[in-house]
């Protein structure tokens, strides 16, 4: 801990607090989120320390950089210490976007998409499943591109952990395989996937609802309101795409890589 200086603390995040600080070695400026893991049983604390040697493995673009942990027995906190995003969380963004009225342009959308499903690519054939994407789940860097944060940590958490720390918003972007209670799969992240998509047109996830029961009867209808008009067909054939209810007809990511919208940008990228 005595190698960094906290600047302050810049958000609470589903897992405990996220604080800014500087590495004193070279005044780089990078995050620590702080867990106690003294309220978890082993299962979890093996799970967790499983994860963070997956996280630290991972150097993608799109995904939140993690570099280092602190373990402080004394008040049994575990630090992990991550890249700074400087535009902060997209759920943030999105929000204050719907305030002043503003909408995202489609050529936006699709270089938001096609990063995350790039981070998603890196991961899944890591054989790690997000089982958590979201605009809160995803950060912007200074160069608004975005990066999968805090994947996985909350996969493994057993259920009363992971209730006493998932903050109590409402499951939005839950697939119907999910709701059956059926294995969750890496086409539940594609449905994820759709759901962000079509929240970055409308800044409002395809199917709002006021609590869990409406919420679920809607994913299970699997109706949801075109985009305005502002936004293509193409985009509307995709987010029906990836919002399949059988999972076996969504999109794998290798699918969406080859999309034309994304493999246009991808090789704009080169
Ligand atoms: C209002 N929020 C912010 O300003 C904000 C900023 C500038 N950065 C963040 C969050 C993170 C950040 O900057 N790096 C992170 C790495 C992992 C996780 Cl889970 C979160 C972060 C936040 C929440």
Not at 26 to 47: A, C
Not at 157 to 180: C, H, R, W
Not at 247 to 261: A, F, G, H
Request: glycine letters at 4%.
């Amino acid at each position: 801990m005595e190698n960094y200086e906290v600047i302050g603390e810049i958000g609470a995040g589903q897992f405990g607090k996220v604080v800014k600080i500087k590495r004193k070695s070279d005044n780089k400026i990078l995050v620590w989120k702080q867990l106690e893991y003294g309220k978890m049983d082993e299962k979890e604390k093996s799970q967790l320390v499983a994860e963070v040697n997956i996280l630290r493995e991972i150097r993608h673009p799109n995904v939140v950089r993690y570099y280092d942990r602190i373990i402080d027995k004394q008040n049994q906190h575990i630090y992990i210490i991550m890249e700074y995003c400087e535009g902060g969380d997209l759920a943030a963004f999105l929000k204050n976007l719907k305030k002043e009225k503003e909408t995202i342009p489609e050529e936006a959308i699709w270089r938001i998409f096609m990063q995350i499903v790039l981070a998603l690519h890196e991961i899944h054939h890591k054989k790690i499943m997000h089982r958590d994407l979201k605009p809160a789940n995803i950060f912007l860097d200074s160069k608004n591109n975005a990066k999968l944060g805090d994947f996985g940590l909350s996969k493994k958490l057993s259920d009363e952990t992971k209730f006493a720390y998932t903050n109590v918003g409402t499951p939005y972007y839950m697939s119907p395989e999910q709701i059956e209670e059926n294995k969750y799969n890496e086409k539940s992240d594609i449905w994820a996937c759709g759901c962000l998509l079509y929240e970055l047109g409308a800044l409002s996830p395809p199917f709002p609802a006021t609590n869990h029961l409406a919420l679920a009867m809607k994913i299970k209808n699997g109706k949801f309101e075109r985009l305005s008009k502002q936004y293509s067909d193409e985009l509307m054939r995709v987010i029906s795409w990836c919002l399949q209810k059988n999972s076996e007809n969504r999109p794998s990511v290798d699918d969406l890589l080859n999309l034309p919208q994304i493999s246009m940008r991808l090789r704009e990228k080169r």
